[in-house]
């Protein structure tokens, strides 16, 4: 058995106590809850994108004043300019109840799943590590402190 100071690559008895179909569970819905991060993720730049688009209508309103078209600039002013993107709601409204209706109780439950696998996250990752590196090999190293050997066919002539 390896020393790496992270207990999920060194294995042991602790992860032996573990059942591999529920450390497979775990991973899993750790794995769902990385596909919400990305969706949240996207309603950010869903938010900052049409912030951003609203700014650009009211320069676009100033413009077009300056321009002399001045009831097409003010249809703009009252009936896009801040309008709500569903109803009721601006953006930041939207990743609010996002927050609050699906991420949050989603974050909580794969927190308390991983209660099956005495609180360490990506078990079933480091699984995969310590089956698939290839140790002593450059670029394998199981932690960054691990050091760091010769390349394989490197010299040190000049």
Do not use: C
């Not at 949050?104 to 209660?115: Q, S």
């Not at 089956?131 to 199981?142: D, F, L, M, T, V």
């Amino acid at each position: 058995m390896t020393h790496t100071g992270d207990p999920r690559l060194d294995g042991g008895e602790w992860r032996d106590e573990l059942d591999d179909d529920t450390v497979e569970a775990v991973g899993a819905l750790t794995e769902a809850l990385e596909t919400v991060e990305v969706a949240r993720g996207h309603l950010f730049a869903f938010h900052q994108l049409t912030g951003e688009a609203d700014f650009k209508v009211e320069r676009a309103v100033t413009l077009l004043t300056g321009a002399g078209h001045h009831e097409l600039a003010r249809r703009l002013s009252h009936e896009l300019l801040g309008r709500n993107v569903l109803p009721g709601r601006w953006t930041f409204q939207v990743i609010e109840d996002y927050e609050d209706t699906y991420y949050t109780p989603f974050r909580d439950m794969e927190r308390e799943t991983r209660d099956l696998t005495k609180g360490h996250r990506h078990v079933y990752e480091a699984d995969l590590k310590r089956r698939r590196r290839s140790a002593g090999e450059p670029g394998h190293e199981a932690t960054p402190d691990e050091p760091v050997t010769a390349q394989r066919g490197s010299s040190s002539a000049g």
